[in-house]
C-alpha cells in the first residue's frame, strides 16, 4: 500500500486548507497547529480524539502510526492535499482488535481529503490477484471474488518469475493471496491474505 493517500486539486492552495479545516470542524476533529513548509504548502495538525484514544490504549508503540497532519501541498502552480495513509496501521498486530476502529478512520480521512481536493472517490481501474497453484486460501478468494461478480487478473507468481517480483517489491511480503486494487488516480491498496471484510470494503461487496 503507498504510505500515503494523494489527490490533485483544481483549487488554490489557500481554498484547499480552508476545505480541510472546514471538513475537520465537521468530523468534529479538532485543528491543532498550522505550519507553512518553506518550499510552499502547509502542514495542518489536528487530532481524531476518541479513536486516537483507543488507538493508544490497545498499543501506544501505534502513535507514529496514526494520522495527525493533513498536508496541502503546492509546486509548480499546482496543489495536492494528502494525508498518512490510515492503512499502514492494520500491518500491526493490533490489527484484528481496531479492525472497525481503522475502517472509520480511513473512510473518514480518505473522504476529507477528497473533499478538500474537491474530487470523488477514485474510481477501481484493476484487481489483480496474485496466487500459486497449491495455495488454499488463494482459491477460495478466487472463488469469493468469482462468486460475488468481481472481475479481476488471476497472477499465478509460481511461474511468473516477474510478477513474483513486482507483488514483492509492492508490497514486501512473499506470501499469497495478495490482492491489488488499482485506481484511477494511480493509487492502490494492498490487501494481504484472503480477508473477507478488507475485500467487502474496498470492492464494495456485500453494498
Known amino acids: 500500500m503507498n504510505i500515503a493517500y494523494f489527490r490533485n486539486t483544481k483549487r488554490s492552495a489557500d481554498e484547499a486548507v480552508a476545505a480541510v479545516k472546514e471538513g475537520l470542524k465537521k468530523r468534529n476533529m479538532a485543528v491543532t497547529g498550522e505550519t507553512k513548509l518553506p518550499g510552499g504548502g502547509v502542514l495542518i495538525q489536528f487530532l481524531d480524539g476518541k479513536?486516537?484514544?483507543?488507538?493508544?490504549?490497545?498499543?501506544?508503540?501505534?502513535?507514529?502510526l496514526v494520522p495527525m497532519v493533513v498536508m496541502v501541498e503546492e509546486k509548480d502552480g499546482a496543489a495536492s492535499v494528502g494525508i498518512m495513509n490510515p492503512q499502514l496501521l492494520s500491518g500491526t498486530q493490533a490489527m484484528e482488535a481496531l479492525e472497525a476502529t481503522i475502517a472509520e478512520m480511513e473512510n473518514d480521512l480518505k473522504?476529507?481529503?477528497n473533499e478538500a481536493a474537491g474530487v470523488g472517490e477514485p474510481k477501481i481501474e484493476k484487481v489483480k490477484l496474485y496466487s500459486t497453484a497449491t495455495?488454499?486460501?488463494?482459491?477460495?478468494?478466487?472463488e469469493y471474488l468469482e462468486k460475488n461478480n468481481v472481475k479481476f487478473d488471476l497472477v499465478m507468481v509460481d511461474t511468473d518469475r516477474k510478477a513474483a517480483e513486482e507483488m514483492i517489491r509492492r508490497?514486501?511480503?512473499?506470501?499469497?493471496p495478495q490482492t491489488e486494487v488499482i485506481y484511477d488516480s494511480g493509487d492502490f491498496d494492498l490487501i494481504l491474505g484472503f480477508d473477507k471484510g478488507r475485500l467487502n470494503q474496498l470492492l464494495s461487496i456485500g453494498k
Open 51 to 64: 479513536r486516537t484514544e483507543t488507538i493508544l490504549k490497545e498499543d501506544r508503540m501505534l502513535l507514529g
Open 111 to 113: 473522504g476529507l481529503v
Open 135 to 142: 495455495c488454499p486460501y488463494c482459491k477460495m478468494e478466487k
Open 171 to 176: 508490497s514486501g511480503q512473499t506470501g499469497v
